[in-house]
């Protein structure tokens, strides 16, 4: 069951928080090898898969939203990386 399904969110639910990695949808995991690792990078190939992450995001948005209308809805990303910071 999709956490969305498993009924934490209602009407009394003022947060949620919420990540989405590389891998949801796998066009960070399909980059790496091509990009990176091979070193062939071409924009459109991955174009058309971002823009359906984005699409797919902001739907999941959208029912958050209807299933817990006085939640503040926090999308987070992941900490940069530097000498500074790394443990």
Do not use: H, W
């Amino acid at each position: 069951m999709a956490q969305i399904d498993s009924g934490v969110l209602s009407d009394d639910t003022t947060l949620v928080m919420l990540t989405i990695g590389g891998n949801d949808g796998g066009n960070f995991t399909d980059a790496i090898p091509s990009c990176y690792i091979v070193g062939v990078c071409d924009k459109d190939d991955y174009t058309a898969s971002m823009d359906t992450a984005v699409d797919a995001t902001g739907r999941l948005l959208d029912e958050i939203s209807q299933k817990a209308p006085n939640a503040r809805i926090v999308l987070m990303g992941y900490p940069l990386s530097s000498p500074t910071n790394r443990a």
